[in-house]
């Protein structure tokens, strides 16, 4: 089935440790998104990327990094600079970034700090 | 992107459809309406959109008011599994960063 997986589903990270969360479709979708969100929370955009080798910073992309190697996979780093890492992340892809494409969601990967 | 107001909360019957209206008065003539929903501790589900003609699929309708001011999303025979916090988002028609900006939504309680 196609879909977008993100693994782990859980992840906990040691104070001072960059950690690697994992997102992949199958969907052929050119456009990816990390977004994150907390406890009640709407989301809020981490990291887009509108093609492979290519991202954009979102609203609060301090602390994180991504690369988009190849078109089925963009994963999130969230670093030792990001204070504040406990939260729900999402990672979406669209077929392309226009409003008439509709984004779809993985399952998410919850993160806490030990 | 235009504003959206729903209604906090609505319980629903087991069978019987549920109408979720949202109110997005301030919407531009480029912005489509769209509808998510998220479950607990899942990612959120596309369930349909538009820009000014009502939509069918095989989850909801979608009406959307000759003015485009306000719509509202059918569920035409809810189940247990359609309970869920549902967001009606206007997204507009943009080359970048198209970010979804979700609200506070609709929490909808189906009971048996």
């Known amino acids: 089935d196609g879909g977008i997986t993100q693994s782990p589903k859980y992840l906990f990270r040691k104070e001072g440790q960059n950690v690697t969360l994992s997102c992949e479709q199958n969907l052929n979708h050119d456009a990816m998104y990390w977004y994150r969100q907390d406890p009640g929370q709407g989301l809020r955009l981490i990291y887009y990327?509108?093609?492979?080798?290519?991202?954009q910073k979102g609203d609060i992309a301090e602390g994180y990094s991504v690369s988009r190697e190849k078109k089925e996979s963009f994963p999130l780093t969230v670093t030792s600079a990001q204070k504040n890492p406990t939260a729900f992340y999402l990672c979406?892809?669209?077929?392309?970034?226009?409003?008439?494409?509709?984004?779809?969601f993985g399952d998410g990967t919850r993160l806490s700090i030990l | 992107d235009a504003k959206t107001t729903q209604p906090p909360s609505m319980d629903c019957a087991e069978g019987r459809a549920a109408n979720l209206p949202c109110n997005h008065s301030t919407i531009s003539g480029n912005e489509y309406v769209y509808w998510y929903r998220q479950i607990h501790s899942q990612g959120p589900q596309y369930i349909i959109h538009g820009l000014k003609n009502n939509e069918t699929n095989e989850m909801a309708s979608l009406i959307i008011t000759e003015d485009r001011k306000s719509s509202t999303l059918i569920l035409p025979h809810a189940t247990l599994r359609d309970t869920a916090v549902y967001y009606c988002i206007v997204r507009v028609w943009k080359a970048a960063g198209n970010k979804l900006t979700f609200g506070g939504g609709t929490r909808v309680l189906v009971k048996p």
């Open positions: 990327s509108q093609i492979v080798n290519d991202f």
């Open positions: 979406a892809s669209s077929l392309g970034t226009g409003g008439n494409q509709p984004q779809h």
